[in-house]
């Protein structure tokens, strides 16, 4: 009854538009899923109403029509339905019917969004940071300064790049320890943590680590992609203990430190081992990238499904046109479900082996997201590989994913507290 007085009135309260416009999201009707994101931001910015029509038709977005936002669709290359008041109440009411796995949450608010990401990076070099720039989603980017100084306090939802939080340079090493670009690097990120008050960049990754860790706790949205997701969780379960070896910070690792990291302090992972050999590249037993056996022609995930009034949180972060997504690689690729802590959702998996590819959970009074893999449309992205162009890939699955959790955030409290 108390969904039934809900529905009607948020019909009522829309009644005095004529028209509509639907921005459908199914595979047949949306030409450009990605940029349609982009239009809900843009209304969500100019204080409009926007309803996320949670599986019905890929995901649909349904507002009051407006001759800026037919504009703005034609502009961007956005499909789009202008429809009736009454066609509206009644996909509405479709929608409402406790026998359709569907529900309607209005997004109220464009949050604001901060990229994690050191200077002098190209869009391209990060899956978020190309879709953001490609459907028009304005961002900021801030880096350890601005993170110790409680900067985040001032956004909404944060994206973590593809960064190193144990202050080993990307287990580069073996690889890439003669190249210019890694000696570079490598000088200027102690210069840049000694200029921060701290003697070793693994310092100031842990404390940069910390304070996102107190922001997410605090209420905020994290995002985090590749190798920013298990390296922040080895960072937060290191606190106090050398993992190090000498030619990342200059002196040698504690000794025994496996015994000693504390999994309670992370968000998703536990009872994981730690690589030790820093000619490996790999962190640790969280990443599942040379264990995985499965064929690039195999190599797909399936996306969960729950019930949208029930679950509205996972539902909104799954929203697509598809059920089955391409798989894709990184230096993190997909998480161990056997060390996934059991309060965490995997949302995403590979029904070959049962790894997780995207997994969200709480921390605190926030949220935030794990997903595995570098580029969503590039299989096996390498160093200098060329950038991702997504104006050949605007139905993308995997990247429609990112968009969902930079919109999560907007959707109504009530929604993100059930």
């Known amino acids: 009854m108390k969904k039934i007085i809900i529905i009607i009135t948020l019909l009522m309260s829309w009644s005095g538009f004529s ?122 980017t801030i880096y350890d300064k601005e993170v110790l100084a409680d900067e985040l306090l001032l956004y909404d939802w944060l994206h973590l790049h593809h960064e190193d939080f144990t202050g080993q340079y990307g287990k580069f090493y073996r690889a890439y320890r003669s190249a210019p670009w890694y000696i570079k690097e490598k000088k200027e990120a102690e210069a840049y943590a000694s200029s921060l008050g701290y003697d070793k960049v693994s310092e100031a990754k842990l404390a940069v680590s910390k304070k996102i860790n107190a922001y997410v706790i605090g209420g905020g949205f994290m995002f985090a992609m590749c190798s920013a997701t298990d390296s922040f969780d080895i960072a937060l379960s290191a606190d106090g203990v050398d993992i190090c070896e000498p030619m990342f910070d200059g002196d040698p690792s504690e000794a025994g430190y496996q015994n000693k990291i504390d ?121 200098g590989d060329p950038k991702t162009e997504l104006e050949l890939h605007p139905k993308s699955p995997g990247y429609r994913l990112i968009l969902n959790n930079i919109l999560f955030p907007a959707a109504e409290k009530k929604k993100q507290k059930t």
């Open 19 to 140: 028209n509509f416009i639907l921005i459908p999201m199914d595979f047949e009707s949306q030409d450009n899923h990605l940029k349609a994101y982009g239009i809900s931001y843009w209304l969500l910015e100019r204080d409009q109403k926007v309803q996320w029509l949670l599986n019905y038709r890929g995901g649909s977005f349904l507002s009051p029509y407006s001759d800026d936002l037919k504009r703005e669709c034609t502009i961007r290359g956005v499909s789009f339905e202008v429809i009736s008041n009454s066609k509206s109440e009644e996909i509405l009411r479709t929608i409402s019917s406790p026998s359709q796995n569907m529900e309607a949450v209005l997004l109220e608010k464009a949050p604001k969004i901060a990229v994690y990401s050191p200077q002098g990076n190209a869009p391209w070099d990060d899956a978020v940071t190309m879709v953001l720039e490609f459907a028009e989603i304005p961002y900021e």
């Open 263 to 383: 999994y309670s302090k992370t968000f998703a992972f536990t009872d994981f081992i730690l690589e030790k050999d820093p000619m490996v590249y790999e962190y640790s037993s969280i990443d599942m990238t040379e264990r995985r056996a499965v064929p690039k022609s195999k190599d797909y995930f399936t996306l969960m499904d729950y019930s949208a009034k029930w679950d509205p949180i996972p539902t909104m972060l799954c929203q697509n046109h598809t059920a089955v997504v391409k798989g894709f690689m990184g230096q993190t690729t997909a998480f161990n479900p056997n060390q996934i802590k059991s309060n965490v959702l995997v949302m995403g998996k590979n029904k070959l082996n049962e790894e997780a590819r995207y997994i969200h959970g709480i921390k605190g009074k926030g949220f935030f997201t794990f997903y595995g893999g570098h580029d969503p449309e590039d299989y096996q992205h390498r160093v």
